[in-house]
């Protein structure tokens, strides 16, 4: 049997070492340099620096007889000599395995309060899980943690801490532990009110002077009162006549989601791809494809004749079992399997798309989305998305900062 089997056995005995204090350069090579001359073997080791203050905590097996008093003294008097503490720990073995079903849990806060943080660790425990390791993904636009945890499965604790987050008004995501969460995958997203602040019908619809009521329609039709397609032709059909030079006009008015540009060019970078699928129209989301370099982009089509709009759409319509279809086909496209898949809306006609890929995420959504998605955002920034992946703030701004 291995040193390491052993280990994992429990039956060998191992030394704690545990340094704390102010941070400075050199203390992990100090310590170790210490240990060496004990020809003792790593076990395990975690460091943590939090407002400066150093933990550092090595796992070493027992050194040779009689000789760990002196490795005790050597370590004692080091720490001393850094202006550290130190603190060494007899026992024996590793650390328990982590219990089966793991999944990350990402919070975000804006901000994060202590009451919330409570709250969704008790959740946690309630449901039989252990948190197994902390750590903070960004602190700003949000503060943004992420909960390594394990002992019970993911789908579980998805509904139990979606429950408690709706109450304290935090954004809790739960996705399943393992390899595919960092693996290539495709992220697609809904257009309006989620890659861009407006809703595109309603910046038609101000030029032709019926904005109020396409807007009714509009509302009616996200919060899941309406047929969309019904309300697409209902909509579309106020348009006929509007001369088709103020397609360029509202392109030139779109404005985009603050941090939708980092959310692509950082997904781009780690070689994700992105696309768009909407209930508006092409004569936009082929203008956002090229400016944004997206992959993919489908959404219905206004039929222009003249140079005039019909009031008529023309092709395929999108609508929400077509933003279904349209997530599926751009997987195949990409070579990707849905759970490897992320997608993003707000509106009901983006639920069916939500539930068919591996992450539906409700962004800023009517109250009808955010229950039924996996989980949700609700602060507005869609670049938060990106914690929701694992990735952190730091990693974004390092590839960004190569981008440029």
Same mark, same amino acid.
């Not at 407006?198 to 910046?203: Q, R, S, T």
């Not at 077509?322 to 399997?337: D, M």
């Not at 609700?378 to 998305?385: E, I, K, R």
């Given at each position: 049997?291995?040193?390491?089997?052993?280990?994992?056995?429990?039956?060998?005995?191992?030394?704690?070492?545990?340094?704390?204090?102010?941070?400075?350069?050199?203390?992990?090579?100090?310590?170790?340099?210490?240990?060496?001359?004990?020809?003792?073997?790593?076990?395990?080791?975690?460091?943590? $620096?939090?407002?400066?203050?150093?933990?550092?905590?090595?796992?070493?097996?027992?050194?040779?007889?009689?000789?760990?008093?002196?490795?005790?003294?050597?370590?004692?008097?080091?720490?001393?000599?850094?202006?550290?503490?130190?603190?060494?720990?007899?026992?024996?073995?590793?650390?328990?395995?982590?219990?089966?079903?793991?999944?990350?849990?990402?919070?975000?806060?804006?901000?994060?309060?202590?009451?919330?943080?409570?709250?969704?660790?008790?959740?946690?425990?309630?449901?039989?899980?252990?948190?197994?390791?902390?750590?903070?993904?960004?602190?700003?636009?949000?503060?943004?943690?992420?909960?390594? $945890?394990?002992?019970?499965?993911?789908?579980?604790?998805?509904?139990?801490?979606?429950?408690?987050?709706?109450?304290?008004?935090?954004?809790?995501?739960?996705?399943?532990?393992?390899?595919?969460?960092?693996?290539?995958?495709? $992220?697609?997203?809904?257009?309006?009110?989620?890659?861009?602040?407006?809703?595109?019908?309603?910046?038609?619809?101000?030029?032709?002077?019926?904005?109020?009521?396409?807007?009714?329609?509009?509302?009616?039709?996200?919060?899941?009162?309406?047929?969309?397609?019904?309300?697409?032709?209902?909509?579309?059909?106020?348009?006929?006549?509007?001369?088709?030079? $103020?397609?360029?006009?509202?392109?030139?008015?779109?404005?985009?989601?603050?941090?939708?540009?980092?959310?692509?060019?950082?997904?781009?970078?780690?070689?994700?791809?992105?696309?768009?699928?909407?209930?508006?129209?092409?004569?936009?989301?082929?203008?956002?494809?090229?400016?944004?370099?997206?992959?993919?982009?489908?959404?219905?089509?206004?039929?222009?004749?003249?140079?005039?709009?019909?009031?008529?759409?023309?092709?395929?319509?999108?609508?929400?079992?077509?933003?279904?279809?349209?997530?599926?086909?751009?997987?195949?496209?990409?070579?990707?399997?849905?759970?490897?898949?992320?997608?993003?809306?707000?509106?009901?006609?983006?639920?069916?798309?939500?539930?068919?890929?591996?992450?539906?995420?409700?962004?800023?959504?009517?109250?009808?989305?955010?229950?039924?998605?996996?989980?949700?955002?609700?602060?507005?920034?869609?670049?938060?998305?990106?914690?929701?992946?694992?990735?952190?703030?730091?990693?974004?701004?390092?590839?960004?900062?190569?981008?440029?």
């Amino acid at each position: 049997m291995s040193a390491t089997e052993h280990i994992e056995s429990n039956d060998v005995p191992t030394l704690l070492v545990k340094i704390f204090g102010k941070d400075k350069p050199g203390i992990t090579a100090g310590l170790f340099e210490t240990l060496a001359a004990y020809s003792v073997d790593v076990v395990d080791l975690e460091q943590v $620096v939090t407002r400066g203050r150093l933990v550092l905590c090595a796992l070493v097996t027992e050194p040779p007889a009689g000789a760990e008093g002196d490795l005790r003294a050597a370590v004692h008097s080091w720490a001393e000599s850094r202006a550290v503490q130190a603190e060494i720990i007899s026992g024996s073995g590793d650390n328990r395995p982590r219990g089966v079903g793991r999944s990350h849990i990402t919070v975000l806060g804006h901000p994060l309060t202590a009451k919330s943080t409570a709250a969704v660790t008790a959740t946690i425990t309630e449901r039989g899980a252990n948190i197994d390791r902390i750590f903070r993904l960004a602190k700003y636009p949000v503060t943004a943690v992420e909960f390594d $945890v394990s002992g019970t499965d993911t789908e579980s604790l998805r509904t139990a801490l979606a429950i408690e987050a709706a109450a304290l008004g935090v954004d809790v995501a739960v996705v399943s532990a393992g390899l595919q969460r960092r693996a290539q995958r495709l $992220v697609v997203m809904d257009v309006d009110s989620t890659l861009i602040q407006d809703e595109v019908i309603e910046l038609f619809a101000a030029h032709a002077g019926c904005e109020e009521k396409v807007a009714e329609v509009t509302s009616a039709a996200m919060r899941g009162e309406l047929d969309f397609a019904q309300s697409l032709h209902a909509r579309v059909a106020l348009l006929e006549g509007l001369d088709a030079s $103020v397609v360029d006009k509202v392109r030139s008015e779109v404005r985009l989601t603050p941090g939708a540009r980092t959310l692509i060019r950082t997904l781009k970078l780690l070689g994700y791809q992105v696309g768009v699928v909407s209930g508006g129209f092409t004569q936009v989301t082929d203008d956002l494809k090229e400016r944004l370099g997206l992959d993919f982009a489908q959404a219905n089509t206004l039929e222009i004749v003249d140079g005039k709009l019909t009031g008529k759409v023309t092709g395929e319509i999108v609508d929400r079992a077509g933003k279904a279809r349209l997530l599926r086909r751009f997987a195949e496209q990409a070579g990707v399997p849905l759970s490897q898949t992320v997608a993003i809306g707000d509106g009901a006609n983006d639920l069916d798309m939500l539930n068919a890929a591996g992450l539906g995420v409700a962004f800023n959504a009517k109250p009808v989305v955010r229950e039924a998605a996996h989980t949700a955002v609700n602060v507005p920034f869609l670049d938060t998305v990106l914690y929701l992946l694992g990735i952190t703030r730091e990693e974004v701004e390092a590839a960004n900062a190569h981008a440029d």
